[in-house]
């Protein structure tokens, strides 16, 4: 049973351009959350996505920045005109339904560098 | 809001000393409690958990007693390897709500 997958696992962007972001759940997982993880610093919670729907985004910065879970594929973290203070490492966790979704699982991240 | 703090580091042992990596919460309710350890260029993986006052989470030599009277989830292992070395972090998760909210870490250094 394949882990959860992120992919590019490194990414560079120049400042302006667009970041995708995708992540991959384990099988049977139907709970996504986005993570950054600044520069020697802890996790911060960004979004909480459900197949086609956002239950929770209190994390998310208000501009530039959306998330997307569709019925079919990834879920796609977005950046949009990336500054060189986007540049992190931006993990996803999944959790299978009901109530064990206390016990997430994350992927290996996505390193964001903007030059 | 709900916050975890975790003591700085970076923590320098020798292989087989004792390890304690304090962790306090503050936290409405009765939140769900975890340790994550992250190697280099790795993802965080789920070391241990507790989910209720007085329970011990418990794996791989390491341990940590949810205290509820001190609110603290401190985490210990009474010999550490060379291969431990990593960035720990603490976690806990509210009662009514998904997200986790992480401590900043703390990396462990073991020397051989």
């Known amino acids: 049973n394949a882990g959860v997958m992120q992919n590019p696992r490194h990414l560079v962007r120049r400042r302006g351009q667009e970041a995708r972001l995708r992540c991959s759940p384990m099988?049977?997982?139907?709970?996504v959350y986005w993570y950054r993880q600044l520069p020697e610093e802890g996790l911060k919670f960004m979004v909480y996505l459900q197949k086609e729907n956002i239950i929770d985004e209190s994390g998310m910065p208000k501009e530039r920045f959306s998330a997307e879970f569709p019925k079919e594929g990834p879920s796609i973290l977005r950046i949009q005109q990336v500054v060189r203070g986007d540049s992190a490492a931006y993990f996803c966790?999944?959790?299978?339904?009901?109530?064990?979704?206390?016990?997430?699982?994350f992927g290996p991240g996505t390193r964001l560098t903007v030059t | 809001g709900d916050s975890v703090t975790q003591m700085e580091g970076p923590v320098t042992l020798s292989e087989e000393a004792f390890l304690t990596i304090n962790c306090t919460y503050t936290a409405t309710g009765y939140p769900s409690l975890f340790w994550y350890v992250q190697y280099p260029g790795e993802g965080l993986q789920l070391l241990l958990k507790a989910t209720k006052a007085d329970d011990k989470g418990s794996n791989k030599g390491f341990e940590a007693t949810y205290r509820k009277e001190t609110t603290s989830f401190h985490l210990e292992k009474g010999s550490v390897q060379v291969s431990d070395s990593a960035v720990y972090f603490c976690a806990l998760k509210g009662d009514n709500t998904d997200k986790l909210i992480f401590g900043t870490g703390t990396r462990l250094q073991v020397f051989p």
């Open positions: 966790a999944s959790s299978p339904p009901g109530s064990s979704s206390y016990e997430q699982y």
């Open positions: 099988k049977g997982h139907s709970h």
